[in-house]
T-cell receptor, first 114, second 110 residues
Framework: GAGVSQSPSNKVTEKGKDVELRCDPI?????LYWYRQSLGQGLEFLIY????????KSGLPSDRFSAERTGGSVSTLTIQRTQQEDSAVYLC????????????FGQGTRLTVV | DAKTTQPTSMDCAEGRAANLPCNHS???????VYWYRQIHSQGPQYIIH???NNETNEMASLIITEDRKSSTLILPHATLRDTAVYYC???????????FGKGTRLHILP
């Protein structure tokens, strides 16, 4: 596609439910990033995938959070047993990762846990 | 942790040049300076990056001091649509995650 696509754009879920957020990166981009942005706050790094290397999971806030990237393309961020503090916009980005390249961001998924 | 320091907020009159400073005194020799911005309710947008030479593109200019410990992003003729949070980031060459700091909230005043 022309840009990074995220779905759904909005998700409302009940506390304790699991949710899956999807990211379709730009075709050919080997690097993929997930961030979280709570209301009025900055971007919090969650996880980074680069090609076939082991992902950098250092930003995941708890073991309720996990992410996969299948076939080096689409990525899914899963949050288990959601809590109200998980409410935020979840942003995905991708980049070529060939030398110094810019990252392209999607429009995000707004997650609301009620 | 973010490796940069930026003012929390700045104002600039519409039509004037907006100069956004960034300190990165611990920058390493292999780290580039990147600038992104985030307009309200949108994902961040890449603006420009550089290593040690000044850079210019259709959006902005990047001035990096000779010792590379600070830089300035220049929007030559600011418009109301340039109101956003501007993030200065240092990042090593390839295969490195991008860590955002708190950025500078730029208000363009009519």
């Amino acid at each position: 596609g022309a840009g990074v696509s995220q779905s759904p754009s909005n998700k409302v879920t009940e506390k304790g439910k699991d949710v899956e957020l999807r990211c379709d990166p730009i075709s050919g981009h080997t690097a993929l990033y997930w961030y979280r942005q709570s209301l009025g706050q900055g971007l919090e790094f969650l996880i980074y995938f680069q090609g076939n290397s082991a992902p950098d999971k250092s930003g995941l806030p708890s073991d309720r959070f996990s992410a996969e990237r299948t076939g080096g393309s689409v990525s899914t961020l899963t949050i288990q047993r959601t809590q109200q503090e998980d409410s935020a916009v979840y942003l995905c980005a991708s980049s070529l990762s060939a030398g110094n390249t810019e990252a392209f961001f999607g429009q995000g998924t707004r997650l609301t846990v009620v | 942790d973010a490796k940069t320091t930026q003012p929390t907020s700045m104002d600039c009159a519409e039509g004037r040049a907006a100069n956004l400073p960034c300190n990165h005194s611990t920058i390493s020799g292999n780290e580039y300076v990147y600038w992104y911005r985030q307009i309200h309710s949108q994902g961040p947008q890449y603006i420009i990056h550089g290593l040690k030479n000044n850079e210019t593109n259709e959006m902005a200019s990047l001035i990096i001091t000779e010792d590379r410990k600070s830089s300035t992003l220049i929007l030559p003729h600011a418009t109301l649509r340039d109101t956003a949070v501007y993030y200065c980031i240092v990042r090593a060459n390839r295969d490195d995650k991008i860590i955002f700091g708190k950025g500078t909230r730029l208000h363009i005043l009519p």
